[in-house]
C-alpha cells in the first residue's frame, strides 16, 4: 500500500466503526438494550444453555437425536464435570427443577448427599480438637459428604428420561477418553487451584494435571479415569457408584487414609423429590427448591422488595440499590438462622414467607445503611458451581445447578476413579443449638439453588445464577431486571452487578448476628455518581473485587412459539438452541 494512502485508509476504517457503533447504540436503546453484550438467542425446538459451549453442544445434539430435556440436562452435566472440574463433578451434589409438559407439573429434586454414619457429633469436636479448628475445615476429610449428583441424574431419568443413559453419556465419554479443548476462565481457576490441591493425599496430580500444573487456555485434556467411570454408569446404572464397585473402592480409600464415608453411607443414600417453595411477585410464581438450600432466601427478599416502585425508583440509583442491600442484610440474618435439613429441623416457611412477616421486616428499612441486624423470628432449638438449563420441543425445562462447593472441590481422588470429593460438610454449625449443627446422617447448608418462574399457569422462566452466598442477590437482580426493569433475558445478565457481604453465616453460632455495615461491592458499570451517594448513606463501598456469578436463562415465549436463551458474557458460557 501507498504509505501515504495508510493513514487514510485508517481513518476511514475509524469512521466506519464509529458510525456503526452510534446506529447499532441507537438500535439497541430503541429495542431497550442498553445493557446487552449480545442478542437473545432464539430457537423453535428446543434451548440448552450452560457455563461451556462444548456442554451446550451435547446437550443440544441430544435434543436433536430425540431425547428431551431431561436427556439433555444430563448430558450437559456430565460433559461440565468432565470439562470445568473447577465448579463441579460426580463428587458433588445436585438440585433441579423440572417442568414436565405431560403432567403439567412442576417437580423439584433435593439430590444432595448427608454426612458419614460413622462420625457422631462428639467425634467430631474431638477431631476438630486434636487439628486446632472450631469449624469444619474445607480441605479435610471432615468436610466430605456423600455425592449425591449421580443418583440425582438416575433419579431424574428414571421419572422422565428418554433415551437409554448409555446414550446419554456417550459425548461425555468420548471427551474424556479423546479429549478437549480446555477454555479461558476455566483454566484460569484450574491453574490456582492445583499449587495447592495436587498436595492432597490420591491421585489429584495425576488425574487433573498435566506435567504437574492445571491446563493452559487451549490445551487438548483427558481425563480417561472419569471416562472410565461414567462407562460404568452407562452400563450398570446408578447401583455401580452407591452398591457396587465404585463405593467399594471408595470405602478402601476412606479406611486406608483415615476418612470417614464408607460403603454403608453410600448404600443408605436416597435423593428427595420435594415440594418447592413458592411466593408471587408482582403476578409471577417464583419457585425454589428450600429446605437446606438458600433459595428461601430469594423468596423473602422479593417479598419485602414487593413494597418498593422499582420501576420508577430506577435501575442501578441509589435509592434502589439501598432497599437492595438492606433487604439483603435482613434476610440474610434469617438464612442464618433457619435453613437446615427439614429431616433435622422444620423451617418456619409459614413466617418466613407470609407477606406481612415481609411487611415487618421492611419497616426497618430507612435512609442510612443498617449495621445491627438479627433475625425477626424465634429460633427453635431442637435440632464454585455450575449452573444449566434446557428445553425440549415438547415444552419440557430444566433448571439444573451442581457443585463440588469450593471449586474442584476436597482435592481428594481416589485412584482410578477421576474426580474430586466436594467440601459440602464444611457448611455445618458446630453450634449444638444451631438448627444446620452437623449430626449422624444429616444434609448441610447449601448455596447451590435452581430457579423457576410461572406466570399464569405456564413456565415462563428457568434460571440460575451460581455463585456461593451471592446467588440469591444474583436471583433478585435477575428477577428485577425482567419484570421490574423490563430487560431481555440475556440484558438481565449483562446488566451491572452488585454485592454485600458481611452478614451472618449458617456455619457460625445461634447468637451471632449483623453488627456492622456489612460490604457493598460494585461493578464498574454502576456509575460513580452513585457511589458517593450509597457511601453518603453510610455503605463501605468499593468497586469490583468480588464474585459477582455466573448466569444461564431461558425464558418461553408463547405468543412466537419460540425459546429465548441467555447465557454469562463475563466468561466461557454459550446458550444455543435450533
Same mark, same amino acid.
Given at each position: ?12 476504517? @475509524? ?83 423440572? %417442568? ?27 477431631? @476438630? ?23 440425582? %441424574? ?35 481457576? %484450574? ?31 483427558? /481425563?480417561?479415569?472419569?471416562?472410565? &467411570? ?79 416502585? @422499582? ?20 434476610? !440474610? ?56 438449563? &434446557?428445553?425440549?420441543?415438547?415444552? /419440557? ?6 457443585? /463440588? ?17 466436594? /467440601? ?38 428457568? !434460571? ?33 452487578? %452488585? ?7 449458617? &456455619? ?19 456509575? !460513580? ?50
Amino acid at each position: 500500500m501507498n504509505p501515504y494512502l495508510k493513514p487514510l485508509s485508517l481513518l476511514t476504517t @475509524l469512521l466506519i466503526l464509529i458510525t456503526y457503533h452510534t446506529y447499532a447504540q441507537g438500535d439497541r436503546e430503541a429495542d431497550g438494550l442498553n445493557f446487552a453484550s449480545r442478542s437473545e438467542v432464539i430457537g423453535q425446538n428446543g434451548m440448552v444453555a450452560t457455563s461451556h459451549p462444548l456442554a451446550t453442544q451435547i446437550g443440544l445434539d441430544i435434543l436433536k437425536q430425540g431425547g428431551n430435556a431431561i436427556d439433555a440436562a444430563i448430558a450437559a452435566n456430565a460433559a461440565t464435570g468432565l470439562m470445568e472440574p473447577t465448579g463441579n463433578g460426580i463428587g458433588g451434589d445436585l438440585f433441579a427443577i423440572v %417442568w414436565h409438559e405431560k403432567t403439567q407439573k412442576l417437580y423439584a429434586l433435593n439430590a444432595s448427599g448427608r454426612s458419614p454414619l460413622g462420625l457422631s457429633y462428639d467425634d467430631l469436636l474431638k477431631e @476438630l480438637d486434636e487439628i486446632d479448628e472450631e469449624s469444619i475445615p474445607p480441605y479435610h476429610l471432615l468436610s466430605i459428604s456423600v455425592p449425591g449428583a449421580v443418583d440425582g %441424574w438416575f433419579e431424574l431419568h428414571k421419572k422422565f428420561g428418554s433415551l437409554p443413559m448409555e446414550e446419554i453419556l456417550k459425548s461425555p465419554i468420548h471427551y474424556a477418553e479423546n479429549g478437549f479443548p480446555v477454555t479461558e476462565a476455566i483454566s484460569a481457576g %484450574w491453574r490456582r487451584s492445583v499449587p495447592f490441591l495436587k498436595t492432597q493425599p490420591g491421585a489429584f496430580e495425576s488425574t487433573f494435571t498435566i506435567d504437574g500444573r492445571g491446563p493452559h487456555k487451549g490445551e487438548i485434556f483427558k /481425563n480417561p479415569d472419569l471416562g472410565s &467411570t461414567l462407562r460404568v454408569l452407562a452400563k450398570k446404572g446408578r447401583d455401580a457408584f452407591y452398591n457396587g464397585e465404585i463405593a467399594i473402592k471408595i470405602d478402601k480409600w476412606m479406611v486406608k487414609n483415615k476418612g470417614y464415608l464408607r460403603y454403608t453411607d453410600f448404600e443408605n443414600h436416597r435423593s428427595e423429590w420435594v415440594e418447592p417453595v413458592t411466593t408471587n411477585y408482582r403476578g409471577y410464581d417464583v419457585y425454589q427448591v428450600g429446605g437446606n438450600v438458600q433459595g428461601t432466601a430469594v423468596l423473602q427478599m422479593l417479598n419485602i422488595l414487593e413494597g418498593y416502585d @422499582l420501576k420508577s425508583m430506577g435501575y442501578g440509583t441509589v435509592e434502589t440499590l439501598h432497599a437492595f442491600i438492606e433487604t439483603k442484610k435482613l434476610v !440474610y440474618e434469617d438464612r442464618a438462622k433457619h435453613y437446615a435439613d427439614p429431616d433435622f429441623q422444620e423451617v418456619p416457611y409459614d413466617v418466613l414467607l407470609s407477606k406481612e412477616y415481609a411487611a415487618e421486616r421492611r419497616k426497618l428499612i430507612g435512609e442510612t445503611a443498617m449495621k445491627d441486624v438479627s433475625t425477626g423470628v424465634e429460633v427453635i432449638e431442637n435440632g464454585d458451581t455450575v449452573y444449566l438449563t &434446557t428445553a425440549d420441543s415438547e415444552g /419440557n425445562m430444566v433448571s439444573l445447578i451442581q457443585s /463440588n462447593f469450593r471449586g474442584m472441590g476436597t482435592g481428594f481422588v481416589v485412584p482410578g476413579l477421576g474426580f474430586s470429593f466436594q /467440601n459440602r460438610g464444611e457448611l455445618f454449625s458446630t453450634d449444638s443449638k444451631h438448627p444446620n449443627v452437623y449430626a449422624l446422617g444429616k444434609r448441610p447448608f447449601h448455596t447451590i439453588i435452581p430457579g423457576f418462574v410461572m406466570k399464569d399457569g405456564k413456565p415462563f422462566f428457568s !434460571y440460575g445464577n451460581m455463585g456461593g452466598a451471592y446467588q440469591p442477590i444474583g436471583h433478585i437482580s435477575i428477577l428485577t431486571n425482567i419484570i421490574d426493569f423490563e430487560m431481555n433475558v440475556q440484558e438481565a445478565g449483562d446488566a451491572a452487578r %452488585w454485592d454485600h457481604s458481611g452478614s451472618s453465616e449458617p &456455619t457460625g453460632k445461634l447468637t451471632d448476628k449483623l453488627s456492622t455495615t456489612g460490604q457493598v461491592n460494585l461493578e464498574s458499570g454502576i456509575p !460513580y455518581e452513585v457511589v458517593r451517594q450509597l457511601r453518603a448513606k453510610g455503605h463501605k463501598v468499593e468497586v469490583g473485587n468480588s464474585f459477582f456469578g455466573r448466569y444461564q436463562g431461558i425464558m418461553r415465549d408463547y405468543e412466537n412459539g419460540v425459546y429465548l436463551g441467555a447465557s454469562e458474557s463475563r466468561v466461557d458460557g454459550q446458550a444455543a438452541g435450533y
